[in-house]
Each structure stands twice: as C-alpha cells, then as structure tokens.
C-alpha cells in the first residue's frame, strides 16, 4: 500500500523546502491523501484546492506499571498541548475494561480504546500499533499518544525511533525500577508522579536509583494532579521528531514469550498437561551461570 | 571514552563506580583483561532475552552513566546570592502584587491559616516555578529565570526542602536510606555522616531508633527528626525550606539550630508564635496569596525572650506528662 521508494512530486518542490525547513500545516479538508517518504521520515501529502497542505503527526508510545499515574498525567499534557492548538489524539489499551476514554472525551480530547480481552493487552497493542498510527492520520492528529497496560515487568512496547515514555511513581519502592524491564531500560523519558506524597530525600533516592537502572533517559517529575511539570513534558513530547513509518520499524526489544497449554485455555495443573513453552524453576540456591 | 576498546580491567579502574551500574543491571563482571565488548558478546542470547536488555543498550547506558558521574564530580559548591518571588494570583484569581528578594543569611518566616497557602508557596520554591504551578508565580535565582538544567537536573541540588510529611514510605532501613541519599547528594565519608545523622536525630525526637530500623516503623515525631538530621548534614544547598517544623513534638530550638545556618536562605512555614517572629520578616498568606509582609518589629522582638520564657515552662510540662509523672500538685505545681 505504501511506496517503498523514495519519490519526489516535482510541482511540491516548495513544500518539500518547507519540509526540511520545519514548517508544516495540518489539513482542514482532506480530499486525497498521498503517502511519501523524504528521507526515513513518512509525510502525508492532502490535496486542497489548488494547493497542497502537507500534514505530520507526531506519535509517541507511554508504558508504565498499572496505576502509576499515566492517565492522569497524560489528560494533563494532552490539555496542556490543546491550549497550544496541538490537534491531539490518544488511544488507551487495557484488558478487561476502562473507562479512560471517558475521562479524556470530557476534557475535550479525542480517544480511542483497544480492550484485549483474554490476550495479553501490551501484545495485542503491538499488534494493532500501525492500525492506531492509520487512524490517527485519518483524524488528523498533530500528535498522538499511545497508553499500553504495561501488566509486566518484562514488558517491552516501545518502538524504535519514535519517543517512548515510561511514568513510573515514587511508592513503588527502592528495588522495584531494577525490577522493570524494558519498558523502563529502553524509554527515552522517565516520568515520576506522586512525588507530593513522600519527603524530598525520597524523591531524591528514588530518582537516583532509577537513574542508575536508565542513565541516558531524561526523568522528570510530574504531578498528576496539580499537572506541575506537565507543561514541559509536553515540550519534550513537541520536540520528538515526526514518527518515522511503521512499516519494518522494530520493538526496540522482544517482548516476553509465552505460548504453553495455558495460553490455550488449559486449566489443568501439572506437568502432563503441559505443551509449549514451560520453563521450569531451580530450586537450589547458587549463582546464576551463563 | 571509548567503550568499544576497553578492557574490563582498564574500565573498573579508570572509572571504578561503573562497578555500580552492572551491579544495578545484575551482571557479573569478572576482573580480567578482556575487552568488555567480547565479554558481553559471549553472554549467551538466553541470559539477554531473560534479562530484557542487550549488550548494546549496555554500553549506551554505561556511557551516559560514566558521564552523568563524571559531571557531578565536577560540579562547583552550589552558591547563590539570591532569590526572588514574583507574586502570581491568588486563590480568587486576583493578582498577587509582590516582588520579594531574599538574600543569604535571611530568614523570612510565613504565616496563615490552615489551607491558606503556606506549603504551596514553598513548593513554588521548591519547583522553581514560571508561572507553571496552581499560582503562576515566578521564582529567579540571582535575578535571572533559571534554567533548565537547574530547575531539573538530578545533580544541581539547590533547594533542600522539609515538608510536613511524617512518615516515610520507602522500604528501607535508616542505615541503607541514609546510605542512598549520601550517595546521592556525593558525600565523603559516608560511615561518619551517618553515623552523625542518627546520633543528632535521637537528640531531637524522644525514644531513640538505630540504624537497623526500618524507616516505615520509624513514628511520626522520630521521622521527622530524621529528616531535619539529614537535611542538616546531606544538604549543601543554599536554600532552605521548612514546613511546620513544630508539629510531632520535636525539639524546635535545636532543629532551628541544626537547619539554620549562616549562608543560607531559609523560609520557615509556622503556626508557632516564637518560630513566627525568628524571622527577619513575615509574609502572611491568605486565600492563597501573599497578603502582607510585615517586619519584625522591635517590640516584637523584645517579646521573644517572654515567649522562650513561658515556651520553656510548658515544655517542662509537657516533658513531665511525658515521662508520666503528675503535675498540678504541692511540689510539683507546673508552673
């Protein structure tokens, strides 16, 4: 569906210098849209009139452990965003139910929601990943959001070259950022919410030690309910590049396996009715040899 | 720094708190001569999938650690002159008309009812804030906005900050907390500082706790008092922001001892009449604005030494209810 190779529109020439000199417009009236690639970025091209507009949008992954605060912090930003006329868009993904979709449509803020069901909800948003960019586009976002359910510490939705975000909370305990896997270790910003709730010194340990376990992420504190530090998390989320396309971009890790009988329904217990990937644990103590 | 060339052993002795990070990333690194590439490129595939990470995310993150390490050794001692407070609005939205200085050696003590503001302008402070918090204050260091890489960085500490909270939540023991935030905050001698801490911390709260003690099981009063202790001796920052230093019973004339020091800018959220006047002045806060600025007066400060006076009584008093012993009787009357 999308060309491969990269083509220049002759008549565009002026946009395509708009293009590399950063401006940009966002389409009002989308008659056709055309796909191209300039570069490794993917722009779509609207027909209007006479004239072309050129639309970008910004897209960018947020993971963290339930309950952190990523709604609450991304109504903040996603408002904060709207007040700067960012034609914003998110999609929740959860498992069994939210209401998340809700609480966004009130303040004004267009959102989508995948419920996986009985699948894991953070491979089931891998699987439908480019189908949110598809319909972002069609909507016309600047910037869109996704919010995955993170239920796992080994966890790894973030994608390669687009800005990947993990919030994270300050009662979670001193041991538990070691404990995050990927969603934590890859992301390119680490946001910590509940910050009102404990002394300075714990704030000062707790990003310390999450520093440690992620030195090259930005961390920043955002309060989820006053919003105090959303303002320039939304700056950082503006200064992301536009997403490069999807197509043969790559989880910047694998995510975890799984695949034995009780994916499939089983509810046996014991090892006969074990098929696929059953790891077993050790029991004796030792150091862990390569 | 080239990371790509370097020998295991060459790595742990150029730069030997990289220990650290492949202690928080929970791989073995055996002290031999070969390259730390081949080394993580033996680590079987398994280990890397098991662990959610690969050698080549390792050595980014081992770079950015050794740098971000590297930068806070050679940050100079926090120094600055000043900081001032331009007024936002209050709770009605009304513009708070206010543009305070505060210099080094001042203490400048804020007064109001409960819920009028007190704790919000500290943590405007705190966050240094530009016009983004609730009150749309501004906050300058020495005159100029601060930047970003003040405002936010883990490294610049300048604020150091004791908030009214009474207990901790973090899941550690007095000693490994104690040991953390020094980390943190590049103390030298680390065994001797604490030690300190908890020492100074006992004198202030009743009931003594040690270093084993889990900081959950800590009570309010021993809580706080651990947090003044570690602001006093962890904190090198210039500014100081206390939050009802009175409340759970602690020792306030040796806190204020502890905390405030020469040099230092201190603001001081109060009920209490005798911290309210140790102040140079006072702002009194109302509907979450800044309503006046008062001055110590002469006559108010004559009536401090009244004030101790009867403070001193009534916490001989309560010093005696305390310990469970009557008052109220011949030889014992109580005041």
Same mark, same amino acid.
């Given at each position: 569906?999308?060309?491969k190779?990269?083509?220049?529109f002759?008549?565009d020439?002026?946009?395509?210098l708009?293009?590399?000199s950063?401006?940009?417009r966002?389409?009002t009236?989308?008659?056709?849209?055309k796909y191209?690639?300039?570069?490794?970025?993917?722009?779509g091209l609207?027909?209007?009139?006479?004239?072309?507009?050129i639309f970008?949008?910004?897209?960018?992954t947020?993971?963290?452990?339930?309950?952190?605060g990523?709604?609450?912090?991304?109504?903040?930003?996603?408002?904060?965003?709207?007040?700067q006329?960012?034609?914003?868009?998110?999609?929740?993904?959860?498992?069994?139910?939210?209401?998340?979709?809700?609480?966004f449509h009130?303040?004004g803020?267009?959102?989508g929601t995948?419920l996986?069901?009985n699948?894991?909800?953070?491979?089931?948003f891998?699987?439908?990943?480019e189908?949110c960019i598809?319909?972002?586009?069609?909507?016309?976002?600047?910037?869109?959001?996704?919010e995955?359910?993170?239920?796992?510490?080994?966890?790894?939705p973030?994608?390669?070259g687009?800005?990947?975000v993990?919030?994270?909370?300050?009662?979670?305990?001193?041991?538990?950022p070691?404990?995050i896997?990927?969603?934590?270790?890859f992301a390119?910003?680490v946001?910590?919410?509940k910050?009102?709730?404990v002394?300075q010194?714990?704030?000062?340990?707790?990003?310390?030690?999450?520093?440690?376990v992620?030195p090259?992420?930005?961390i920043?504190?955002?309060?989820?309910?006053t919003?105090?530090g959303?303002?320039q998390l939304s700056?950082?989320f503006?200064?992301t590049g536009?997403?490069?396309s999807?197509l043969?971009?790559?989880?910047?890790?694998?995510?975890p396996?799984?695949?034995?009988s009780y994916?499939?329904g089983?509810?046996?217990?014991?090892?006969?009715y074990q098929?696929?990937?059953?790891k077993k644990?050790?029991f004796?103590?030792g150091?862990?040899?390569? | 720094?080239d990371l790509?060339?370097i020998?295991?052993?060459?790595l742990?002795?150029q730069y030997?708190?990289?220990r650290?990070?492949?202690?928080v990333?929970?791989i073995?690194?055996?002290?031999?001569?070969?390259?730390?590439?081949?080394?993580?490129s033996?680590?079987s595939?398994?280990?890397?999938?098991?662990?959610?990470i690969?050698?080549?995310?390792?050595?980014?993150?081992?770079?950015?650690f050794?740098?971000?390490?590297?930068?806070?050794?050679?940050?100079?001692?926090?120094?600055i002159d000043?900081v001032?407070?331009?007024?936002?609005h209050n709770?009605s939205g009304?513009?708070?008309d206010?543009?305070?200085?505060?210099?080094?050696?001042s203490?400048?003590?804020?007064?109001?009812?409960t819920?009028?503001?007190?704790?919000?302008?500290?943590?405007?402070?705190e966050w240094m804030?530009?016009?983004?918090?609730?009150?749309?204050r501004k906050?300058l260091?020495?005159g100029?906005?601060?930047g970003?890489?003040?405002?936010?960085?883990l490294?610049?500490?300048?604020v150091?900050?004791?908030?009214?909270?009474m207990?901790?939540?973090?899941d550690v023991?007095v000693?490994?907390?104690?040991e953390?935030?020094?980390g943190?905050?590049k103390?030298?001698?680390?065994?001797?500082t604490?030690?300190?801490?908890?020492?100074e911390?006992?004198?202030?709260?009743g009931?003594?706790?040690?270093?084993?003690?889990p900081?959950?099981?800590?009570?309010?009063?021993?809580?706080? $008092? +651990? /947090?003044?202790?570690d602001?006093?001796?962890?904190?090198?920052s210039p &500014?100081?922001? %206390?939050? #009802?230093?009175e409340n759970?019973g602690?020792d306030?004339?040796?806190a204020?001892?502890?905390?405030?020091r020469?040099e230092?800018?201190?603001l001081?959220?109060?009920?209490?009449?005798?911290? $309210? +006047? /140790?102040?140079h002045?006072?702002?009194?806060?109302r509907?979450?604005? &800044?309503?006046? %600025?008062? #001055?110590?007066?002469p006559?108010e400060?004559k009536?401090?030494?009244?004030?101790?006076?009867?403070?001193?009584q009534?916490f001989?008093?309560?010093?005696?209810i305390?310990?469970?012993?009557?008052?109220?009787?011949?030889?014992s009357?109580?005041?």
């Amino acid at each position: 569906m999308f060309p491969k190779s990269i083509f220049v529109f002759l008549p565009d020439l002026h946009l395509i210098l708009d293009i590399f000199s950063g401006k940009y417009r966002r389409a009002t009236d989308i008659r056709t849209i055309k796909y191209a690639y300039l570069g490794d970025a993917l722009y779509g091209l609207a027909e209007y009139g006479s004239h072309f507009k050129i639309f970008v949008m910004k897209f960018i992954t947020v993971s963290g452990p339930p309950s952190s605060g990523k709604t609450a912090v991304l109504v903040k930003v996603l408002e904060e965003l709207k007040t700067q006329n960012v034609h914003v868009g998110v999609v929740k993904f959860d498992c069994l139910s939210t209401n998340d979709q809700e609480i966004f449509h009130r303040r004004g803020i267009e959102a989508g929601t995948g419920l996986s069901g009985n699948l894991c909800p953070d491979h089931y948003f891998v699987s439908n990943v480019e189908e949110c960019i598809q319909w972002g586009r069609k909507k016309g976002f600047d910037l869109m959001v996704t919010e995955s359910a993170g239920l796992c510490n080994r966890c790894s939705p973030h994608l390669k070259g687009v800005l990947a975000v993990c919030v994270i909370d300050n009662l979670m305990g001193v041991n538990t950022p070691q404990k995050i896997g990927p969603m934590l270790k890859f992301a390119d910003i680490v946001v910590i919410t509940k910050g009102d709730i404990v002394s300075q010194a714990e704030r000062e340990v707790f990003a310390y030690r999450v520093k440690q376990v992620n030195p090259s992420a930005t961390i920043m504190h955002v309060n989820g309910i006053t919003g105090q530090g959303a303002w320039q998390l939304s700056q950082l989320f503006q200064q992301t590049g536009v997403t490069e396309s999807l197509l043969g971009t790559k989880l910047r890790f694998s995510m975890p396996a799984a695949l034995c009988s009780y994916c499939l329904g089983e509810i046996r217990v014991g090892e006969e009715y074990q098929i696929g990937n059953a790891k077993k644990v050790k029991f004796e103590q030792g150091k862990r040899s390569f | 720094m080239d990371l790509k060339n370097i020998s295991i052993n060459n790595l742990l002795n150029q730069y030997p708190f990289s220990r650290k990070f492949f202690e928080v990333q929970e791989i073995e690194l055996p002290e031999v001569d070969f390259l730390l590439v081949d080394y993580l490129s033996e680590i079987s595939e398994e280990f890397w999938e098991d662990k959610g990470i690969d050698p080549e995310q390792i050595l980014f993150s081992l770079e950015a650690f050794i740098e971000a390490d590297l930068k806070q050794q050679a940050l100079s001692e926090n120094w600055i002159d000043t900081v001032a407070i331009l007024g936002g609005h209050n709770k009605s939205g009304e513009k708070e008309d206010v543009s305070l200085v505060f210099r080094r050696g001042s203490v400048t003590t804020i007064v109001g009812p409960t819920g009028s503001g007190k704790s919000r302008l500290l943590a405007d402070i705190e966050w240094m804030a530009q016009g983004d918090s609730p009150t749309g204050r501004k906050v300058l260091i020495d005159g100029k906005e601060p930047g970003q890489e003040i405002r936010f960085s883990l490294e610049h500490k300048l604020v150091a900050q004791l908030s009214q909270n009474m207990n901790f939540v973090m899941d550690v023991s007095v000693r490994e907390f104690l040991e953390m935030h020094a980390g943190c905050r590049k103390v030298k001698d680390v065994n001797r500082t604490i030690f300190d801490i908890v020492a100074e911390a006992n004198r202030l709260s009743g009931e003594a706790f040690d270093m084993n003690t889990p900081v959950t099981s800590l009570s309010g009063g021993q809580s706080r $008092a +651990l /947090m003044i202790a570690d602001t006093a001796f962890l904190s090198s920052s210039p &500014i100081i922001l %206390i939050d #009802e230093i009175e409340n759970a019973g602690i020792d306030r004339k040796k806190a204020l001892q502890l905390l405030v020091r020469n040099e230092k800018i201190v603001l001081m959220a109060t009920h209490d009449p005798i911290l $309210a +006047l /140790m102040g140079h002045q006072r702002l009194v806060i109302r509907n979450g604005g &800044i309503a006046k %600025i008062l #001055e110590t007066s002469p006559e108010e400060q004559k009536m401090i030494h009244v004030l101790q006076k009867l403070d001193e009584q009534w916490f001989n008093l309560r010093h005696k209810i305390r310990m469970g012993e009557r008052i109220g009787t011949a030889d014992s009357p109580g005041i």
